[in-house]
């Protein structure tokens, strides 16, 4: 049976996490595929919110097996802390929670490595989570990481020492002020190392093998958006991972002639968190409206999330480089109220007017072209059927249809699972 593949088409923050709840219930095993705890993804349910950051959003369907797959990068600590969670919920993970030999770990030392890094950037700072996921997957290139699969062998501590005293001597050559006791830092790791030790290491691809061969069906879980992707993306603005289609092959060892649907999410507006350009940003009320309305605040670092009008150049190209089959609308609630909408269809790059996204978007060489159209002043929250969308809602839906060339299956109208409206498929 195909994978099918679920992921951001935007600079991360789309409703993943949401969606593939929803989405759940159709699928025996959820795979997350890259990122780590930069990740922030929300579920809510039953009055009751819940964020994950490196456990795969299927966790809380009691029939669904949960894959943390070998493209994944993992905290001990903080993946303990999700698992402290779940059971504060008594949710039983112990069944239902795998974690692939070959993800690499993320240790203290890399977290201050990408505190460090960030700290001499000064101003071209990446605004990075400080998660760690730069320096580990550098350590995964460059062929020095420790993967889960070594915590089995009987020498996996000193490696450790041996890495995590690489690690300080490269902290020292920034040559920034960090603060850190190193002590306390490890009295934590191998806590939570013990914790993970504790759950069920696989090798991940063989199972997936084995899983599509026994006629299971997989959705595979993207972390943060394709504008993040380190090939993709709006580099260095980026993330350290693949975060598009071809991370998912490689993040759970599954071949691209295997691979089924590709769901792109994306928020009828943008936003952005972190440095980097962003052409559609908005500084004036209506951004603001959006980030009050839409609560853009990041759900791992808690900052302010940048808002601004649908970007078409920018997600048309994402489409493109993920294949997507099915695009699924989030927050159309957040929009309600505006009297005007914004959509950028092309760039006026360099004096010329295009309509692909070129590789630099800085402002001083991309302005965005907008089409307008009219807003609503229905409140969508409590819709639950395509029949009630209003009709400026429509168009707005049928413009980006006809412009992107892909049916949008799913209109989210609030967080909550059942805010979810099913449109017919129109291929
Ligand atoms: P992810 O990283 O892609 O999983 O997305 P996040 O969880 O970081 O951010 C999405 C935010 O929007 C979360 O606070 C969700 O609860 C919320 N959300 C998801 N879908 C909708 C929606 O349709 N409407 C509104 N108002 N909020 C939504
Ligand atoms: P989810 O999965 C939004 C951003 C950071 C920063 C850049 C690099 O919740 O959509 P990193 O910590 O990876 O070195 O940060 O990428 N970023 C995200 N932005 N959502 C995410 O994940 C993100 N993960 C990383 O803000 O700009
Ligand atoms: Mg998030």
Redesign the pocket.
């Known amino acids: 049976m195909a994978v099918d593949l679920l992921l ?1 088409l935007q ?4 409703g ?1 996490g949401k969606i593939v709840d929803v989405l759940t219930s159709n699928y025996n095993i959820i795979a997350r595929f890259q ?1 780590g705890p ?4 929300t579920l809510v349910f039953n009055g009751k919110k819940h964020v994950l950051h490196t456990i795969p959003s299927g966790i809380f369907h009691d029939d669904a097996t949960n894959l943390v797959g070998n493209g994944v990068v993992i905290d001990p600590v903080i993946f303990k802390g999700e698992l402290d969670k779940l059971e504060e919920q008594n949710i039983d993970y112990r069944k239902s929670l795998l974690i692939s030999r070959k993800a690499h770990i993320i240790l203290p030392t890399h977290r201050l490595l ?1 505190a460090a890094s960030e700290a001499s950037k000064g101003k071209a700072k ?6 760690g ?2 320096p580990t997957y550098m350590d995964k290139t460059g062929r020095n990481g420790i993967r889960i699969g070594d915590l089995e062998l009987s020498d996996w501590k000193e490696r450790y020492r041996n890495l995590a005293d690489k690690h300080e001597s490269m902290i020292a050559y920034y040559n920034v002020d960090i603060e850190y006791n190193l002590k306390e830092l490890e009295e934590e790791f191998f806590k939570a190392i013990d914790v993970l030790k504790s759950l069920t290491f696989i090798d991940s691809e063989e199972y997936i093998y084995q899983a599509q061969k026994a006629e299971k069906s997989i959705l595979a879980e993207g ?3 394709s504008l ?1 992707d380190i090939d993709f993306g709006t580099y260095p ?4 991972s693949n975060t598009t289609a071809a991370g998912a092959c490689t993040g759970l060892g599954v071949a691209p002639n295997q691979i089924g649907e590709v769901f792109g999410i994306f928020k009828a507006y943008t936003t ?5 350009p962003f052409p559609t940003e908005l500084f004036d009320e209506d951004g603001k409206t959006m980030g009050r309305v839409g609560n853009e605040f ?4 808690g ?1 302010p999330r940048r808002c601004g009008w649908l970007d078409l150049v920018a997600l048309k190209y994402a489409c493109r480089v993920n294949g997507v089959t099915q695009l699924m609308m989030m927050k159309g609630d957040v929009l309600s109220g505006f009297k005007t909408l914004k959509v950028c269809t092309q760039y006026k790059y360099k004096g010329k007017t295009i309509s692909h996204l070129p590789y630099n978007i800085e402002p001083e060489n991309v302005e965005p072209i907008y089409t307008e159209f009219s807003g609503w002043n229905e409140d969508l929250t409590e819709m639950s059927d395509a029949s009630e969308l209003p009709k400026a809602l429509n168009e707005y839906i049928d413009f980006l249809e006809k412009e992107l060339e892909i049916p949008i299956t799913i209109v989210s109208v609030g967080p909550d699972r059942k805010q979810t409206i099913f449109r017919q498929q129109f291929v």
């Open positions: 951001g600079w991360g923050d789309e993943k990122g930069n990740a922030g993804h990408d990446i605004g990075s989570t400080l998660k996921i730069g972390a943060q958006g993040l603005f980026v993330t350290s952005r968190v972190g440095s980097g990041g759900a791992t670092t900052r």
